[in-house]
């Protein structure tokens, strides 16, 4: 089991940047990818960015060239760079990663809100 806290959220005015961290713990070694997802108000949950065990990094189109993925180089840390942020960004985030075997786990979530 791999256990991940979030930090990083808060208020940012259009425009802004906010950097996501997700801390891991535990059975990282079990780890294969890792990435961020965000859902908000009255929305499904959504990928935003990931990245696999070798470094491969794909992004939401709606984040392309905005957003940028990057985790520690131990496995044990993921973050999410956010640059130019839009209200429509306004979401919880939730850090995500994918195990070689059993479920993938959650972090807690982290809000983010957009505006001015």
């Known amino acids: 089991q791999v256990q991940l806290v979030e930090s990083g959220g808060g208020l940012v005015q259009p425009g802004g940047s906010l950097r996501l961290s997700c801390a891991a713990s535990?059975?990282?070694?079990?780890?294969?990818?890792m990435g961020w997802y965000r859902q908000a108000p009255g929305k499904q949950r959504e990928v935003v960015a990931a990245i696999s065990n070798i470094g491969l990094t794909n992004y939401a189109d709606s984040v392309k060239g905005r957003f940028t993925i990057s985790r520690g180089n131990a496995k044990n840390g993921v973050y999410l760079q956010m640059n130019s942020l839009k209200p429509e960004d306004t979401a919880v985030y939730y850090c995500n990663v994918g195990l070689w075997r059993g479920p993938d786990c959650w972090g807690q979530g982290t809000q983010v809100t957009v505006s001015s």
């Open positions: 535990g059975s990282i070694f079990s780890i294969k990818s």
